[in-house]
């Protein structure tokens, strides 16, 4: 191994990497030297003891909570995990259930601001002609239109006739 190699390595890292600082400067030099300068410089010195205590307490602190919560996580038995599962999902469908509740009110919010709207501009029209009008084409309620058939058995007939013609004779008019 060559020499620079050698003096990276450190026998107690078993093989890692250890900066070093390779340019020696005296103290009077680092005070004379640019803060950016002299940051870089100071980031390959030793750590003082005390903080270098404090980070080996603090690894070892975190290597044991890590093994304390690896622990913890692996003694849990199937019938608590099929429990948190089971919570899980029903907090899941209660959350929806709110979800779709609070969009229910926006709804209804929604649709009694623009009642009380339309209300509003009908009461507000000079005439009563003009108002009845107004109403007939904005009503302040939407009307309900259901998804279901609105066809009774003498509409639905005439429409089926439609359209099985398929020369379009029921319904081709000349209107020159």
Known sequence: MPKKEEEMMDDGDKGKYKPKKWKQVSPNELKQMAPQERSKYMAYEEPPK???????KTKTRLVELKKQQKK????LPM???LDKEKHSKLIGQLKAAEARNRLR???????ANRAEEVKHLIACQPTSLKAVRLQALVPPYPESVSASDTLDSLQRERVETILEDERGLTINRDLS
């Not at 005390?50 to 080996?56: L, R, S």
């Not at 913890?72 to 003694?75: A, G, I, V, W």
């Open 72 to 75: 913890k996580n692996d003694s």
């Open 50 to 56: 005390h903080v270098a205590e404090a980070m080996a």
């Open 79 to 81: 019938e608590e995990e």
């Open 105 to 111: 009110v926006m709804r209804l919010r929604y649709q």
